[in-house]
């Protein structure tokens, strides 16, 4: 699919919108999040934001598509549209390297990178995703490493932290808890 170029003025309307807070990790906007898909001017003052949730069903959507709006309301465009997009999904992968690094400063363990590389993709047969008789997650050759002091040897507590979309983890180390950002 062959996508027009931005005007310039969607592409300012895309930094206001990308600069609003995601309500539930507000150190984030929502262009560090990965979650704001696109901006499109549909005619003088009507515009129309693709906005892909966490998650189906993510609480969080109905918030952020209010903030936008009341953004660029503010910014002088009266019409404003918030278009919930499903596909692609979205994925922790969309994170921006900025965004991982607020999330360890404000000590969350940033979710691992799960996607891999273009090309041929091996499949492997087994009875389940998780390590034998493990049921904290998913096998991963990346281990959590502590926001707080980086040590690699850390401990699930709970498999649901303070949103679905984290897990509740603690540091063998410097026996801190922290939240880590799930892989999605």
Not at 46 to 54: G, Q
Not at 86 to 91: D, E, G, V
Not at 105 to 125: D, H, K, S, Y
Request: glycine share 8%; hydrophobic share 35%.
């Amino acid at each position: 699919m062959v996508t027009a170029p931005l005007t310039p003025l969607e592409t300012e309307l895309l930094r206001l919108a990308g600069s609003v807070p995601d309500p539930e990790l507000p150190v984030l906007t929502l262009e560090e999040l990965g979650v704001l898909r696109a901006v499109h001017t549909l005619g003088p003052g009507r515009v129309e934001v693709e906005l892909s949730p966490t998650y189906t069903g993510c609480p969080a959507i109905e918030a952020m598509s209010a903030d936008i709006e009341r953004v660029l309301h503010e910014h002088g465009i009266p019409e404003v549209s918030v278009r919930p997009v499903l596909s692609p999904a979205w994925s922790t992968d969309d994170i921006s390297p900025e965004g991982r690094r607020k999330l360890r400063e404000f000590g969350i363990a940033p979710p691992r990178t799960t996607r891999a590389p273009a090309g041929p993709v091996a499949v492997a047969l087994g009875p389940t995703r998780h390590t034998t008789g493990s049921v904290t997650g998913p096998v991963s050759a990346e281990p959590v490493a502590c926001p707080h002091c980086g040590s690699t040897e850390t401990e699930l507590l709970s498999r649901f932290s303070s949103t679905a979309c984290k897990a509740l983890r603690r540091c063998l180390a410097c026996r801190e808890p922290f939240d880590h950002f799930k892989e999605l």
